[in-house]
C-alpha cells in the first residue's frame, strides 16, 4: 500500500501545472478516469500487487493525454478518478490523497 500512495502523489504532481482550459477530449478523458478508478475500487484491497497493478494502469490511461500535451484532459482525467474514488471507496480514496483529508 505504501508504494500505491507513492504512485497516486506522482500523479497528483503530474496534475498541479494544468490548465484550467477545456479540452475535445474532456469527456472521454472523464469516462476513462472514472473506469481507471472503478477498476481500482473492484480490486481486493489486500492484494497489494493487484492494487499497485490498477494504479499503474489507470497511470497509463492518464499518460495518453500527457503525451498529447493536453492538460486539460489530464485534469479532466485526475478530477474524475477523484471524485469516483471519493464516492465509491472513501477510505481508499483517503489513503491515496491524504492531503485532501487535511483540508476538510
Known amino acids: 500500500m505504501k508504494y500505491l500512495v507513492h504512485i497516486v502523489a506522482a500523479l497528483v504532481l503530474l496534475m498541479t501545472g494544468c490548465a484550467k482550459e477545456k479540452s475535445p477530449l ?6 476513462s478516469g472514472m473506469r481507471a478508478a472503478a477498476a481500482l475500487v473492484a480490486v481486493d484491497h489486500t492484494d497489494t500487487m493487484s492494487m499497485e497493478r ?4 489507470a497511470k497509463a490511461k492518464q499518460s495518453v493525454y500527457a503525451l498529447k500535451r493536453d492538460s486539460a484532459a489530464v485534469r479532466a482525467f485526475d478530477e474524475a478518478f477523484r471524485a469516483y474514488l471519493k464516492e465509491k471507496d472513501r477510505l481508499l480514496y483517503n489513503s491515496i490523497f491524504p492531503e485532501d483529508k487535511k483540508k476538510r
Request: no cysteine.
Open 26 to 31: 474532456d469527456a472521454e478523458a472523464r469516462d
Open 54 to 57: 490498477a494504479v499503474m494502469d
